[in-house]
């Protein structure tokens, strides 16, 4: 009995244990990714371990949890002799991902038009306009997260699961590279507002399925664009970054 008794107190304090590692896991996730989201971990930053973990006040270990959960998210990479980094920005995946994605969410967006009823559509405009009031003072991951609340809302109605599944794979693929768009191109913020206007006023008048879905495919082609040539621009600036 007094051997079942000591058994059930040591399950208890590793269950405790787990759960408080567990705690301060998220804690790191969430401290870490917070710097990486604005930036004060800049792509190819080296993520030393026992530094964030003195910085936090915590052991290795749930640090080390936290940047391989950062690690299942693209957002950050291994490498051979160096450890964990901010990854960098692969051009070519985003060109790609985004190319892509303006294609299957142009017409995932024209399919879901018929149901977005004027309750949706309202919805979708306040959404744009809280990302109009933060232009003075733009924080580039809470306009990323309006600009994925205002999408979601224009493309989550398609009857084509199919084509849904793609869009989600699309943003998924740059989950670790958003907030960079528009911190590496504050002006285009505005110019996404204003396009963001003019593909609700399509949906609204009743477009040709085919006029929202190029409005909905060039909007993403056109951040694209303006986030390529920002990349351009600074890696000629700083070679050593690129």
Known sequence: MAREIRGRHERRGREVTTLASASKS???YAWIRSRIAGHAFGPGYRLVLGSIADELGMSVVPVREAIRRL???????????VGARVTLVDESEYA?????LGLVEGAATAL????LDAKALDAA???NER????LDHLDAHAFTELNRQFHSLLFEPCPNPHLLDLV?????????IRDSTFAYVPGRAQHSVDEHAQILELIREGADPLEIELAARNHRW??????LAALHTRNHHNPGEA
């Open 131 to 134: 990302m109009h009031a933060m």
């Open 71 to 81: 690690e299942a998210e693209g957002l950050v990479t291994f490498e051979r002799n």
């Open 26 to 28: 998220e804690q790191a």
């Open 168 to 176: 989600h794979r699309g943003w998924s693929r740059l989950s670790g």
């Open 96 to 100: 790609h991902t985004m190319q892509t």
């Open 222 to 227: 056109r951040t694209r664009d303006a986030f």
């Open 112 to 115: 879901s038009a018929p149901f």
């Open 125 to 127: 405009a306040k959404v």
